[in-house]
């Protein structure tokens, strides 16, 4: 039986964090009341003009330098004219003359092997956004979204299955976020794909006829759209049938790919240079500035965390799979605290409130100098960690000094040596099943007892003298 | 110029793709005088052909400016009023159109 | 003393010395249109009340002693196809009926902040393609030299208005010719200023790289002190040149202080230009360069470059360029919307509204504009288009140097009767062949008064100079207007109370 090779290339279109649009000056912020961010621009009324938002090019360059794209040294926009509503002017400012950045490349994280070529990146506005009304069987359209300004990364067909495809995702959305180009929030349409899917025999050179699929709104989605449309293809190409290049639309719910009719298919989008905007030169010096002021990337800081401070390459790893986790590690030591200290905390404690609180470990709003206070408190024995963990529930909701909270509520560790045996003595006294257990040779029974005289200061008991004194008092019951 | 006969430079094959491109209904009397209306007018200008542009760069713009460029500052927008007001066909602070069949 | 056969400045003059007050003009001018422009039909909208209390408002300020400029309190036109809040603004275009633009264009902000009071809107081709007002939805404006005859265009209603004493000046577009074409045809001064001089900001665009607002007024001394008015550097059109500052500054020098000797001053006269002709344009125009050559100007020969793809190109970019930008007319934000939109499918919805909404001539623009930009025509027009525009930028650059101005024809002919070419697009377009290289080159040019030909009606020369060097050619037809009268001539219509 013939076997088939899968070609996949991505075309990724990602928001930019910018404060305002592409090209005027109306908020970029989602989720607001519909038509609320709009003005003469981005509406296209009559006579408005576009004037590009720099930090538009400025997020461009970044990623272009960080993908080792060339830079276009006079880059130019473009109209693209179709029409629907989603699109004021009937036509979509965009690049394709003169793109920002060409030639670039990506590694895989998990497929060391696969160097990505990316095509080009260009720059351009996004679209408003339609909804339908089913009491009226007509389209409701919100410009808001128009002119949020657009990356748009496109990639060679140069993957070969749905695992690497998301691999290249990942490995890109991890990248835009620690470039600060992108939140790329994917349930909110900041980080979108379309995908191109083709077949070809193992073996043969020539590509194969491709389909580009739409509408994929997770990577879940994506990898199951890859490995959909793939095997449609290869059922087609063993019938006897042939390829059509169409764009088709993923539809989640029935896990299945429609072609789609209107606009996609066989258009003529007569593009031409914008008139109204003129050419954008990006010489050496600006070039160098944005290369200076490059953020770094999570490989280099994965290696740093490893070398500098000495975390393991799991915990490193783990810091850097998003900007967040990075950045709250990297305060929390400047603040003072063990990097040890800091990367296990993060990776306990807090991620486990944030799984419990069934939120974003952005959303925690302790700061990193309580928590550096906190970390400090554990390590010079003047809390348990017991009681850090508590305070730290407390800190979730509280605006506090953590050690003038610990200060006033008592909260310090139990050291005294005689009040410690009291403590001992009383609850071996009050199980005596537990002691019995013990002296006939079950090791268990000391771990409970432990815990008794934990939970009976109150997890402020210094855990090792607790533990000494177990030990003792238990011994001095072997002798009647 | 593919669609075209012989020294014909717009059939009416491409007069109708050309419309519906444009989003314009022409009834036949309207495409036969555009037919003709281009053809007369193309005919007078591809004079421009005899001279050679091979080693021209395109002027995109009447003169060379470059980077005029504003800053990431958002200002509010004022209320969506001042712009539904304009149109006939408005809900939920929508504008509505004819379903967008995809 | 009639206050309409004052100039703009002689006006402004006597409201700021506080001799007439602003109402008193705007009286006069309500009283004028109000006779005459049912006739005409130079005022597609205006507002008597509107009108009154603009003047009321400047009044106060004036008053107050606020220093707003030279023009303030004096009512002015504006061409239906600048955005003002005021009044509805359509481009003469059924697409745009009732449309009230919810913003101002950077010129009008400019006007009102210079005291200006906006009469109302006027006549010109629909979205300014055309050269006769002939397209414009509203039927046509008149020629106040004779009605029989075109006011020009496409800002036909602002030269028509001015020209028949509805208003001291006005504002008008140029992307092929629409601001000296008409001016030539009624006997007034206009300048096509160098491109990026004056903010497009609210000028709905027919070819958006060739676009430019510019001043119709009846002497080069109005047209600069218009230009000191609406010129600006504008944040919000990325065009717009860093130049204005200079340029203001420069501009009044320039038709005050220019120094009426122009020795040293070159002017370049194209023979063959003269060659294709009407005899009473040649003779005007050579009496204009001999005029030049009295005050001291040197007059040298000028060959046109490419003369005969200037027309082509400008037509190719220019229709190009339209496609883009009125593709946004589609019936769902404003202007024209169907009652039954929703019983349409979208494509039907567009299709309708479009063909519906736009005339003749601009539905032949947008298929010749969609034409050479589809799919496999490119580069053969488009592309080839842009590239001849290249050399015919690089020529002027070449040829001009030394010399300050070139000196041409407007137009081949005087102002035609109504109609004459109705059926003849290639016609119509090939007399556009003296006036598209400014737009193309984006060079400042002038149009001013020179003559009147046998049958009564006005004849216009025409200055190109160099980039943002819209001063000099001020100056230079400021000093021929100091030796000659032809700009001072008015059509009798244009006495008082008369109606046209």
């Not at chain 1, 007892?449 to 934990?454: A, N, S, T």
């Not at chain 2, 760069?57 to 001042?82: F, G, I, T, V, W």
């Not at chain 3, 697409?95 to 264009?105: E, I, T």
Request: aromatic residues 8%.
């Amino acid at each position: 039986m013939t076997t088939y090779e899968t070609i996949i290339g991505l075309e990724v279109h990602t928001e930019l964090q910018t404060d305002s649009k592409i090209f005027c000056s109306c908020s970029t912020r989602f989720g607001q009341q519909p038509n609320t961010q709009c003005c003469p621009v981005c509406l296209g009324l009559p006579g408005a003009l576009p004037v590009l938002n720099r930090q538009v090019a400025e997020l461009a360059l970044r990623l272009c330098l960080a993908t080792d794209c060339s830079i276009t040294p006079v880059t130019r926009f473009d109209r693209k004219n179709y029409f629907y509503p989603d699109l004021p002017k009937a036509y979509q400012i965009s690049q394709l003359h003169e793109p920002i950045g060409r030639n670039g490349q990506l590694c895989l994280k998990d497929f060391p092997e696969r160097v990505v070529r990316i095509h080009e990146i260009h720059m351009e506005e996004d679209a408003g956004k339609l909804t339908h009304d089913p009491w009226s069987d007509q389209s409701l359209v919100d410009y808001n979204r128009c002119g949020v300004p657009l990356l748009e990364i496109v990639s060679e067909p140069d993957l070969r299955s749905a695992e690497e495809a998301l691999d290249y995702l990942a490995t890109l959305r991890k990248l835009l976020m620690f470039l600060g180009v992108s939140d790329c929030r994917m349930e909110q349409g900041s980080l979108r794909a379309d995908v191109n899917v083709s077949v070809r025999k193992t073996g043969t050179q020539a590509l194969g006829t491709r389909t580009e699929m739409k509408n994929m709104n997770s990577f879940k989605a994506i990898g199951r759209a890859i490995i959909h449309e793939s095997q449609r293809q290869i059922d087609l190409l063993n019938e006897g049938g042939m390829i059509l290049q169409e764009t088709r639309r993923w539809d989640e719910n029935k896990e299945m790919s429609f072609a789609m009719r209107s606009k996609e298919n066989a258009q003529d989008y007569r593009y031409f240079p914008d008139p109204d905007l003129p050419p954008v030169k990006l010489d050496k010096a600006w070039i160098d500035r944005v290369r200076q002021n490059m953020p770094e990337r999570p490989e280099q800081k994965q290696s740093r965390y490893q070398h500098e401070w000495r975390l393991s390459a799991y915990e490193a790893e783990q810091l850097t799979d998003e900007p967040f986790l990075a950045s709250l590690l990297e305060q929390t030591i400047a603040c003072g605290a063990n990097p040890a200290d800091v990367s296990s905390w993060i990776l306990g404690e807090w991620l486990q409130a944030c799984r419990s609180g069934n939120c974003d470990a952005s959303d925690l709003s302790v700061q990193p100098e309580s928590l550096a206070k906190l970390l400090e408190m554990i390590r010079n024995n003047v809390i348990t960690r017991t009681t850090a963990r508590s305070v730290f529930t407390y800190m979730l909701d509280h605006q506090i000094d953590p050690e003038s909270y610990v200060r006033e509520h008592g909260l310090a560790m139990v050291n005294d040596l005689d009040d410690l045996k009291q403590m001992v003595a009383s609850v071996l006294e009050a199980s005596e099943q537990s002691v019995k257990d013990y002296l006939a040779g079950k090791e268990k029974a000391k771990t409970y007892l432990i815990g008794q005289v934990m939970r009976k200061s109150r997890g402020k008991a210094n855990p090792a003298h607790v533990n000494k004194l177990v030990e003792e008092l238990l011994e001095q019951h072997r002798q009647p | 110029m593919s669609e075209a006969k012989n020294d014909e430079l717009v059939s009416r094959e491409v007069i109708s793709r050309i419309a519906k491109l444009a989003r314009l209904d022409l009834d036949d009397n309207e495409q036969n005088t555009y037919e003709h209306d281009l053809e007369t007018i193309l005919d007078h200008f591809k004079k421009i052909n005899v001279y050679d542009t091979k080693q021209v760069e395109p002027a995109y713009h009447p003169h060379d400016y470059e980077n005029k460029l504003r800053e990431d500052d958002a200002k509010p927008s004022r209320p969506p009023q001042d712009w539904l007001a304009l149109a006939k066909q408005v809900k939920d602070g929508c504008y509505m159109v004819p379903k967008a069949v995809e | 003393m009639q206050l309409t056969e004052l100039s703009a400045w002689q006006l402004g003059d006597l409201i700021r010395k506080k001799e007439i007050r602003a109402l008193d003009a705007a009286e006069a001018v309500v009283a004028e249109i109000k006779t005459k422009n049912e006739k005409l039909n130079a005022f597609l909208s205006y507002d008597e009340a509107v009108i009154r209390s603009q003047a009321e408002g400047v009044q106060e300020k004036l008053d107050a002693g606020q220093v707003l400029s030279p023009l303030a309190g004096v009512p002015m036109a504006v061409k239906d196809n600048i955005s003002t809040r005021l009044y509805p603004t359509t481009c003469a275009s059924d697409m745009l009926q009732g449309y009230l633009p919810p913003y101002d264009a950077t010129v009008i902000e400019n006007l009102q902040q210079a005291g200006a009071v906006i009469t109302g809107k006027t006549n010109m081709d629909e979205f300014a393609m055309g050269c006769s007002t002939e397209t414009s939805f509203r039927g046509p404006a008149l020629n106040p030299w004779n009605q029989g005859h075109t006011p020009g265009g496409s800002s036909g209603g602002s030269a028509a208005a001015v020209a028949a004493g509805l208003s001291w000046y006005a504002l008008g577009s140029d992307t092929g010719g629409s601001i000296r074409q008409p001016s030539a045809y009624c006997n007034l001064t206009g300048l096509k200023p160098s491109y990026g001089l004056v903010s497009r900001y609210g000028l709905i665009a027919y070819a958006s790289s060739l676009d430019q607002i510019g001043p119709m007024a009846r002497s080069a001394r109005d047209c600069a002190a218009v230009m000191d008015c609406i010129t600006s550097q504008d944040s919000k059109d990325s065009t717009s040149s860093d130049h204005s500052t200079a340029f203001k500054a420069s501009c009044y020098e320039a038709t005050t202080g220019f120094n009426i000797s122009l020795k040293g001053r070159k002017i370049a006269l194209p023979e063959q230009a003269l060659a294709q002709v009407d005899p009473a344009v040649r003779r005007a125009v050579s009496e204009t360069a001999a005029v030049f050559k009295d005050l001291g100007a040197d007059i040298v020969p000028f060959d046109l470059p490419y003369q005969d793809a200037s027309v082509p190109v400008y037509y190719l970019i220019a229709c190009a360029e339209a496609s883009g930008n009125l593709a946004r007319y589609d019936g769902v934000q404003y202007g024209r919307q169907p009652d039954n939109g929703h019983e349409m499918d979208l494509t039907a919805f567009y299709e309708h509204n479009r063909s519906a909404g736009f005339g003749k001539e601009v539905k032949r623009r947008l298929m010749l504009g969609t034409f050479v930009l589809s799919s496999g025509y490119y580069d053969a027009w488009y592309l080839k288009a842009l590239k001849m525009r290249r050399m015919i930028i690089d020529s002027y650059n070449e040829m001009m140097r030394g010399i300050d101005a070139v000196l041409m024809p407007v137009t081949p002919s005087a102002a035609p009767p109504l109609y004459q070419h109705e059926d003849d697009p290639l016609a119509r377009y090939i007399s556009d062949t003296f006036t598209v290289d400014a737009n193309l080159t984006g060079r400042p040019a002038i149009a001013f008064p020179c003559g009147i030909n046998a049958g009564g009606l006005p004849v216009g020369a025409q200055l190109t100079g160099h980039l943002l060097a819209d001063d000099i050619l001020l100056g230079l037809v400021h000093a021929y207007q100091t030796q000659t009268s032809h700009h001072e001539k008015r059509p009798s219509s244009a006495r008082k109370g008369e109606p046209a």
